[in-house]
């Protein structure tokens, strides 16, 4: 159970992160294309979005799982430490990516290529902030 819970956690961590890696450059080239490409631009960017939600809830839930699983009282400081990241990372998420990742689209719908332009870098910056925290929360987790 543990070796399960191991790999389920570090591969939806490594999904959490890996799926951002993208994402800005496709900001940066939707925010300045033809207004055509929007539908194709906020499908690819749902999904995204969908990812990132289950990625990053299932990273965190996987974690639970294994801390109690080993014996939370055993578990590391560092880990702790990473896990608070996490939950760090989903509330910036949450509370801040969610408004720019809705006003993004409905720019980017509504043709207005300088709301788009502001917007994602909005959202490039708050992908660029819980990258960092999952980078945190990931050295907690490594010297545990």
Not at 10 to 15: F, G, S, V
Not at 57 to 82: C, E, P
Request: hydrophobic share 60%.
């Amino acid at each position: 159970m543990v070796v399960t819970l191991t790999v389920l956690h570090i591969a939806l961590a490594a999904a959490w992160f890996g799926h951002k890696l993208l994402i800005p450059g496709d900001i940066r080239a939707s925010a300045k294309a033809a207004p055509e490409g929007a539908g194709a631009f906020v499908a690819r960017f749902r999904r995204a979005e969908r990812i990132g939600i289950v990625t990053g809830l299932g990273t965190l839930a996987a974690g639970v799982g294994l801390a109690y699983a080993v014996d939370a009282s055993t578990v590391g400081f560092g880990v702790w430490i990473g896990a608070t990241l996490v939950v760090v990372a989903i509330v910036v998420g949450a509370v801040f990516g969610r408004p720019a990742s809705k006003k993004l689209q409905e720019a980017v719908i509504a043709g207005d290529r300088v709301e788009a332009t502001v917007a994602g870098n909005r959202l490039s910056n708050i992908l660029g902030i819980e990258s960092l925290l999952w980078i945190g929360a990931l050295t907690g987790m490594v010297i545990a």
